[in-house]
């Protein structure tokens, strides 16, 4: 009998949590493990250069191969996990904050400041990321503040238009209403009583803002707008490999291996945050 009633519990369990968000926080605990392990512990210096083993295969004083300068691959690709996670949370906190401070007066306000702030918010929607780090380089200079401070702005109208939604839909419903009546004051019913409920779809885009920050950053570095090149990370990798893909993929792979399976982690997270969260499958 306890055999038959503990059978079905198991099987409620494993359909309760989504393959994918499980594949993804595999994925994503391999890169916050890396980088934290690379705070300890790196197997070489990943500046440290060694003109005797240059483009180098895997080895066991390398075990993912050398680049063109002889640096450890290993160690260049854990440094850079760090700067992809640092800039990655960074960009989408700066997001976080002016789209849902953005999307929340908006939508519960309304109006003419309504119409206002949404047109701003088209406005910065059409400038990508790479488009937006080349002007901030343009004024100030390249670095990581300036590919932060752009992937921030670039991914912030996103935030601002969910949260619109969600606070126009959720503002007439009868428990706010019921809270007006009480005499609850206008801070007190977007605080309190809106934007708890307004946040699940918030919390999957900020799982996929993550994916895109990630990419952002890494293609901002390639092109020289992002990490300084003394700072090891994916993008510059790829840049300063590219040249010499014919003599070893080594120095292209590692870091684009990195770069894919840091998106996709970030991307099913999201995606089965969204799945667990829907009534269907519950």
């Given at each position: 009998m306890t055999k038959a009633v503990?059978?079905?519990?198991r099987t409620v369990l494993f359909k309760a949590v989504p393959l994918?968000?499980?594949l993804g926080a595999v994925l994503i605990g391999i890169v916050i493990i890396s980088a934290l392990v690379s705070f300890v512990w790196l197997p070489h210096d990943p500046n440290a250069m060694d003109?005797?083993?240059q483009l180098s295969g895997p080895s066991a004083a390398h075990p993912l191969g050398t680049d063109h300068l002889?640096?450890?691959l290993l160690s260049r690709v854990l440094v850079g996990s760090r700067g992809a996670l640092f800039v990655g949370f960074v960009a989408v906190g700066i997001?976080?904050?002016l789209g849902c401070l953005v999307g929340a007066v908006a939508g519960f306000v309304g109006g003419l400041l309504d119409d206002i702030l949404m047109r701003l918010v088209d406005v910065l929607y059409a400038f990508p990321p790479i488009l937006l780090a080349l002007l901030l380089a343009a004024i100030y200079a390249p670095g990581t503040l300036t590919a932060m401070s752009a992937i921030g702005l670039a991914t912030a109208?996103?935030?601002a238009r969910l949260l619109r939604a969600s606070v126009l839909e959720l503002k007439n419903?009868?428990?706010?209403?019921?809270?007006r009546a009480l005499g609850a004051t206008q801070r007190r019913l977007l605080l309190r009583h809106i934007l708890p409920n307004a946040l699940s779809p918030i919390i999957v885009q900020t799982s996929l803002s993550l994916a895109v920050a990630v990419l952002a950053e890494a293609a901002l570095s390639f092109l020289g707008l992002g990490t300084p090149p003394r700072t090891p990370s994916w993008g510059t990798m790829l840049r300063e490999a590219q040249g010499f893909l014919q003599l070893s993929p080594y120095p292209v792979l590692v870091p684009g291996f990195a770069i894919v399976?840091?998106?996709?982690?970030w991307s099913l997270l999201g995606d089965g945050i969204r799945d667990a969260r829907d009534p269907r499958n519950l």
């Open positions: 503990a059978e079905p519990r994918n968000l499980a003109f005797t083993a002889g640096r450890d997001a976080l904050t109208p996103t935030f419903r009868d428990f706010v209403e019921a809270g399976m840091t998106v996709l982690g």
